[in-house]
């Protein structure tokens, strides 16, 4: 247990199929780029044959596709036989195929697969999506480069109720006339947010268990794994004891000293967020839809603010994980009053009703005068208004409006299916009587009952 009460809430954003939307746009221009690349070569290459070696014969296209042919079977067989290493513990069949030149690469991998081992993976499986080019990748490693984006498919038992997906980019070259891995980050700026940036990919890590949560922490760190394992352990209770859906799964937290940790930053002193609490997918934004279907949620703590982390922090995180499956969709001022709703409940009942009252009317008199609408997701996390007091503060109305039961039921449904402003209006009015309009002119006449 806890006794300290923050004396403002602790943010933590919850990363939904929204904000991936500039990522697929930018994404989008990537592939542009990787087009037109791709025929400015093939063109510079026909016009070499063409004037440069008029003799020589060019390549036919049936043996091109046929190195193709064997270059993917080649490394299909190193990604299968990687997975088998992790999944039997054999780390030289891990390390077999690595570029024996690169004893950098060679040094992290034996770090990486101590660590995927430590994982405990249910399943682990890698494929390779589309080829990418980099005409400095090919410059700096020759012409027999293979640079390909990876999915890994992956399920840590209890966290994960199906596989989920993460991205990584592997490099290849052809050494002898077999392929061998030589790099694993030439891709990392053109992939998704926190691509090759999960709990595994940072330096040596150490997994703590305890019945419903897993702690990644630094090698040796366990002392603080622990702490964090306690305090998750009651803030589960607050999030059964306070919030209506009936949620058994497991959280996974990780609490490195890296500032960036998956989708989360926190090396920007601007951003003041003790954790957050980043999606899990089954399937990535644009691989088969472009929201991607999120799996669940993964919690990162600050590592400024290891030492800080208490049930009430952790409450307001796990609320997250605990409705992240739901589909994501629910607008910002929704989820993150659910979570501050869930964590303030947890403070009065730690500290009584009068911490609560005096926030309530602090939110009522000083933040709702500072917006004219209900906070809303674009600029939500960068708003210098309290605008987690607020979302806070309309959740605490319609709890008193229409009950918990039905906020909770509010929440599930604009999880799945608001996907717009229109179909967000349509639910919120079938189910409370209000739009996200008539919810803020009523919040501005709100008189809590105590
Ligand atoms: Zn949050």
Redesign the pocket.
Known sequence: MSATIPSAPP????AGPGRWLGLLLAVALVSGGVVYAVNERSEDARARVATVTPSSTPRSPSKASAAATARRVAIDTILIRRAQAVQTGNQTLFLKDLDPSNTKLIARQKVLFANLVEMGFAELGYSQAEERFDPAVVKARGRATYLVRILMRYQIPKVDVAPVTTELGYTFISRAGRWVLTDDDDLDDDLGPGAHREAWDLGRIEVLRGPRVLVVVEKGDHERGRAILTEAAEGLVEVRDYWPRRWRGSALIIALDDTEVRDARFADEDIESAAS?GSTFSSLPGQDTADGTVAGAYIVINPNQRDQVDEILLS??LT?VATADLGGYEPLWL??GA?EYVSWRGIEALGGPGEVAKWEQEVIDDALPTLHSLPTDAGFYESSSDVYGVSWLAVRYLVQRIGLDAVAELYEDMAAHGINQVSRDRILLSRSGLTEVTLWTSLRTYRPQR
Do not use: L, N
């Open positions: 943010p933590g954003a919850p609490a307001h995180e997250h989820a993150e979570a």
